[in-house]
């Protein structure tokens, strides 16, 4: 089957925007710096229309802004934003828990467990890449289960808000453990049937992010004088 001029334009389109987001979250793009037209087509080897379309779904996705007459730029972290995002998202991740749990949290519990494995094992050996990975796809696996189209679309995009702050969290020494251990006391409610409880320890999870991001900020603040 031939796909047709649009479908391929349109999945062009998804692979600049997969790959620029991958680019600033490594922190190959850094935040504030400018992205050019034509940079960016001979980096990544793209005419300029389906990079126009990706720096539109960027902008709206929060990882560039366009500033009139200026340029376009990979957006900047600040504190109060990283606070808004993730205040959001304990809000709206934790309500998606309690329906799984309430959908049905066996069949749940069972595939979480086996992602908590493989992060269990990458933090044994020290690969926060491989860790990173199995912690989007525990909470993907989690958000999906709640079977609510609308809030698991809510969720998907602040995932990819947060994920450029997951990547400076992670790096706190004894994170990885202390996530680790917040897992598995989530699988035991959602094991358990306890959806209240399923549901409080994944807002409080996610809100106690918001500490670690203050003090990053502050070092940061801090080195900069």
């Known amino acids: 089957m031939v796909q047709k001029p649009g479908l391929l334009h349109k999945s062009l389109v998804r692979t600049i925007v997969e790959n620029i987001e ?18 960016m087509c001979d980096l990544l080897d793209v005419s300029r229309s389906p ?15 366009n500033k009139a007459r200026r340029g376009v730029f990979v957006s900047t972290l600040t504190r109060k934003e990283a606070i808004d995002i993730y205040s959001i998202r304990a809000s709206l991740e934790s ?7 309430q959908a ?21 050996r020290r690969d926060l890449n491989a860790y990173s990975s199995y912690n989007s796809a525990f909470h993907e696996a989690l958000i999906f289960a709640c079977g609510n189209d609308l809030l698991i679309e809510m969720l ?3 995932n ?8 400076m969290i992670r790096s706190v ?10 897992h598995e006391e989530l699988i035991n409610s959602i094991e358990s049937g306890d959806a209240a409880l399923a549901e409080k320890i994944s807002k409080e999870s996610i809100l106690s992010n918001i500490p670690l991001i203050m003090k990053i900020f502050e070092q940061v603040k801090e080195d900069a004088r």
Not at 104 to 124: F, H, P, S, W, Y
Not at 173 to 178: A, D, I, T, V, Y
């Open 22 to 39: 991958e680019r600033i979250m490594n922190g190959d793009l850094k935040p504030g710096e400018r992205l050019t037209e034509l940079a």
């Open 104 to 124: 049905g949290g066996k069949e749940l519990a069972a595939n979480l467990r086996t992602i908590q494995e493989k992060m269990r094992q990458a933090v044994d």
């Open 173 to 182: 020494e004894g994170r990885p453990e202390q996530s680790i251990k917040k």
């Open 51 to 65: 990079l126009r379309e990706a720096f539109r779904i960027l902008e709206n996705n929060g990882f560039l802004v």
């Open 160 to 167: 990819m808000q947060t994920a450029r702050y997951r990547t």
């Open 95 to 101: 309500l998606a828990t309690s329906l799984a749990v």
């Open 156 to 158: 998907r995009r602040f």
